[in-house]
């Protein structure tokens, strides 16, 4: 068995309008029982996932807000992998009127089109922050971190290689961990730039495609996959 875990996007990927179907969830079960890992790679803060979905046990690790948080559900074990703005930052988004505007264990998060503002204040207090689009989310984050640098930490806790996963999104601060997947895939409503530089593209969209990839997956590892691979931008030394 080649591919040993799936690494799986959230909003967009697994769930649409932030919900996961039954027949979604069923498709996650049955990978788990294939012997595969599961690793769910996500923007959102926890307590925000917690929220909208009750199956965050069928995954071996979470990777909350865009890779600065890891969560592992089976003993609810967190680690946090940088440091939050200062309130100053915060606060000076709420005097600008920057709404909605959330702050998780690291990052800051808002909606276009308040991009603009959360650069000038950035560059006011000269803070050295990166933002991260996700199609209308507006994500901040300490620089070095992104979905990537979250997944390869979840790795490492597994001794898994990234050679052996298999990551599946939609959008586009899903580029950074598909990059690194062994085998990277973009469901049927991903972005056309995402859809470009993935492996293959699901039929289906959102959970269906997950669960399409799921069910090839394990019938057949991907084998009829690897013949015929057309690499679109990813590098290959990062797989």
Known sequence: MRYLALACDYDGTLAADGRVGDETVA??????????????????????????????????????????????????????????????????????????????????????????????????????????????????????IDKATGLAAVLKELGLSAHHVVGIGDAENDHAFLSLCGCAVAVANALPALKERADFVTRADHGAGVAELIDELIATDLCAREQKRGRGSFPDSAR
């Open 27 to 144: 498709a996650l079960e049955r990978l788990r029982v294939s012997g595969r890992k599961l690793i769910l790679v996500t923007g959102r803060e926890l307590n925000d996932l917690f929220s909208v979905f009750s199956h965050t046990q069928l995954f071996d690790w979470v990777v909350a807000e865009n890779g600065a948080l890891l969560y592992q559900p089976s003993g609810r074990e967190e680690k946090v992998l940088g440091e939050r703005p200062p309130e100053a930052f915060i606060q000076a988004l709420r005097d600008r009127g920057v709404q909605p505007l959330s702050a998780g264990r690291v990052i800051v998060a808002t909606w276009r089109p308040h991009e603009t503002a959360v650069l000038d204040v950035i560059a006011e207090l000269g803070l050295e922050f990166q933002v991260i689009f996700n199609k209308g989310a507006v994500m901040v984050l300490p620089p070095g």
